[in-house]
């Protein structure tokens, strides 16, 4: 008797930990943040400068589906050779993308799939486009990812980055977190032409080119109970002779030409 009940018992506490653990599961979570910066660069492009962005996010996640709502507020609109600004001079509320992604687990390794829509006022021509995306991160040291993006709108490439970060403690729950990023990309469409002397205008060869490269640094600093504030700075850089190339004046990319540019910020992050 005394067997059958530590057996009825040890049953019972199997299926309540098994139960609990389908309830973790099955626990909706996300964040919301909102960063703080002194420039907007997007693969290398600088969208916004001399000014300060404003970049809020909310990011909701269930049983690996996730849906990411992020914009950007530019205090002060001024033209980049990447950058046609809908208020020169005046603040605007000028991107919003929305993402939905899945992501499946083996292991160590994430595979992640997902579509993203770009809502923008400040692109030439003016117009929305949209992309698909693939990713593939091992969670080792460095956690190498590998992401491929298509745009299948409005400027049709492919974007491939591949990244690596890593996280050191530094005091208690406080991480110095340094990352790295370079990225390739490969034009499809007419828009991608680059430019030649001979015509004076982007009648060339499509851009493909080594594109952009990233170094980064920065801390999360726990304050509060799901609250972290984090510092960091970036510097981006061109990959290739290609990404920083100019003929007569003109970028030889319709998009513009990449410079060597630093970017510094804050962001402030409460995890539900």
């Not at 919003?96 to 923008?120: E, H, R, V």
């Not at 692109?123 to 299948?152: H, M, Q, W």
């Not at 406080?174 to 390739?184: I, K, N």
Request: cysteine-free; proline content about 4%; charged content about 20%.
């Amino acid at each position: 008797m005394k067997k059958i009940r530590v057996l009825v018992l040890s049953m019972v506490l199997v299926i309540s930990f098994s139960v609990s653990s389908v309830y973790a599961e099955d626990k909706v979570t996300g964040s919301a943040s909102v960063g703080v910066f002194n420039r907007y660069i997007f693969r290398g492009y600088e969208i916004g400068s001399h000014s300060v962005v404003m970049q809020p996010s909310l990011n909701v996640s269930y049983k690996g589906f996730s849906a990411t709502l992020w914009s950007n507020i530019d205090s002060n609109e001024h033209s980049t050779q990447s950058f046609v600004p809908d208020k020169e001079g005046h603040k605007s509320f000028n991107e919003t993308d929305l993402t939905l992604s899945y992501t499946y687990s083996i292991d160590k390794l994430s595979l992640t799939a997902g579509y993203i829509y770009y809502a923008m006022k400040y692109n030439n021509p003016p117009g929305d486009t949209e992309e698909l995306f693939v990713s593939a991160s091992y969670d080792t040291l460095l956690k190498p990812t590998l992401s491929i993006y298509r745009d299948i709108t409005s400027y049709p490439g492919t974007y491939f980055n591949f990244s690596l970060s890593h996280s050191l403690p530094v005091y208690k729950d406080m991480t110095l977190d340094l990352g790295a990023s370079a990225g390739y990309f490969v034009g499809s469409d007419d828009y991608w032409k680059t430019y030649e002397s001979s015509t004076g205008d982007y009648t060339g060869k499509k851009y493909s080119a080594f594109h952009d490269g990233m170094v980064k640094a920065g801390f999360t600093i726990p304050i509060a109970k799901n609250l972290l504030i984090q510092p960091i700075a970036q510097y981006w850089f061109p990959l290739s002779s290609k990404a920083k190339k100019t003929v007569d004046g003109n970028s030889y990319n319709h998009n513009g030409k990449l410079d060597d540019t630093f970017v510094t910020g804050i962001s402030l992050t409460f995890n539900f």
